[in-house]
């Protein structure tokens, strides 16, 4: 059993005995000094703590040769397996059919060929309402009431996209839920939307400039522009025999032969310049 009084007594002698031992252990004559983060550098390391880089000796590439090395070996792994690997897809490869009358379902993938993308995920549909199968003109009518925005008159496509969840299964399961649950919103006949108006403000139609049908060039435009090219010709050739057609040519040849010469009129030039130093300078002497 156990005395408090004897137990407190050996504690104190043990507590006594270690900060002897303790008080003569040897202590350097300059301590190091603690490092005390500052503001600035408060969640930097300690640059003592950082391990010392060896010499360079002159025996290794630098870091961006080591960087051109590695996108070297990229380019020689596609290239191997553009070689020999894509070929083999070809015996994978089938024969592309149309979608028939019973998927009227379109969806769109986005890949970015084994890049992660935040976009990679999204699901796009698409399909027009005429090809649902079992809706008569009232279930469609309402069906692109319910849709709203999502519907173009001018193509009679619904489009929506869906980028909710993490995977495009994911997201393609929900677009395919939605629309299954719009067609059956559609189906209920206890409320057809027969006095809610359509609206389709939200779509602002494209113009498409059309040729006017007034220039295309047609059997009788291009007689009319035939006969009006051989008049033109005959005036032309009557107005030559006549010798009231004007000859390009002609004139500018007339016109260099009745210009002066360049050389006398540079060298009248440059004597009346002489002349008027000569008598400028005469001025000065006097």
């Not at 792994?77 to 553009?82: G, H, N, V």
């Not at 998927?103 to 084994?114: Q, S």
């Not at 193509?155 to 399961?173: G, L, P, W, Y």
Request: charged residues 35%.
């Amino acid at each position: 059993m156990k005395q408090p009084a004897v137990e407190a007594r050996l504690n104190a002698v043990v507590a006594n005995a270690a900060y002897a031992v303790e008080s003569e252990r040897p202590r350097p004559a300059n301590p190091p000094e603690k490092w005390v983060p500052s503001f600035v550098g408060m969640y930097e390391e300690d640059e003592k703590e950082w391990p010392k880089d060896d010499d360079f000796m002159e025996d290794d590439m630098t870091s961006h040769g080591h960087g051109n090395l590695e996108q070297h070996r990229e380019i020689r792994e596609y290239a191997r397996i553009t070689a020999w690997e894509m070929p083999l897809l070809s015996k994978l490869s089938k024969p592309f059919a149309p979608p028939a009358a019973d998927h009227p379902l379109r969806f769109r993938y986005t890949t970015y060929m084994g890049e992660q993308h935040p976009a990679e995920k999204k699901i796009v549909l698409e399909f027009c309402t005429r090809d649902l199968p079992d809706l008569n003109e009232t279930q469609r009518s309402k069906l692109v009431k319910l849709v709203g925005v999502r519907y173009n008159p001018d193509s009679d496509i619904v489009k929506m996209s869906c980028e909710m969840f993490d995977t495009q299964a994911q997201n393609k399961r929900y677009l395919g839920d939605l629309v299954d649950t719009l067609v059956r919103e559609a189906k209920d006949e206890r409320d057809t939307f027969a006095d809610v108006p359509f609206d389709f403000r939200h779509h602002k139609p494209k113009r498409q400039p059309r040729f006017p049908d007034q220039w295309l060039l047609t059997p009788e435009r291009r007689k009319y522009l035939e006969e009006s090219r051989q008049q033109r010709l005959q005036l032309d050739e009557e107005r030559e025999r006549k010798g009231a057609l004007v000859d390009g040519l002609r004139e500018i040849e007339r016109a260099v032969v009745r210009m002066p010469d360049v050389s006398a009129v540079a060298q009248s030039i440059g004597s009346g310049k002489q002349k008027g130093g000569a008598k400028r300078l005469v001025k000065a002497r006097q």
